[in-house]
């Protein structure tokens, strides 16, 4: 036998403004990207700069080394 629906089924759904947990599930894989990118951008950009090599850069586990300036005693100037 066929089960008819009187009348229908309103949900209300949590949101903030025109934000909801779905549409904040569609966007998590995009913000992860692109915060991915930014963060690579801006470590590609301050790669020269000093503060940051000894701040940041000489820090990372083995590939920290890359960043350590040990200039041969030749070629230091007295």
């Excluded at 909801?20 to 992860?32: A, Q, R, T």
């Excluded at 990207?33 to 590609?44: D, K, R, T």
């Amino acid at each position: 036998m066929v089960a008819y629906i009187r009348a229908p089924v309103y949900k209300t759904v949590t949101n903030f403004g025109k934000l909801n947990l779905n549409v904040i599930k569609d966007y998590v894989p995009n913000l992860i990207f692109w915060g991915g990118a930014a963060g690579a951008g801006v470590a590609v950009f301050t790669e020269g700069i000093p503060l940051f090599q000894t701040t940041f850069y000489q820090k990372i586990p083995y590939f920290g080394e890359h960043w350590v300036y040990n200039p041969d005693p030749e070629d230091i100037p007295l």
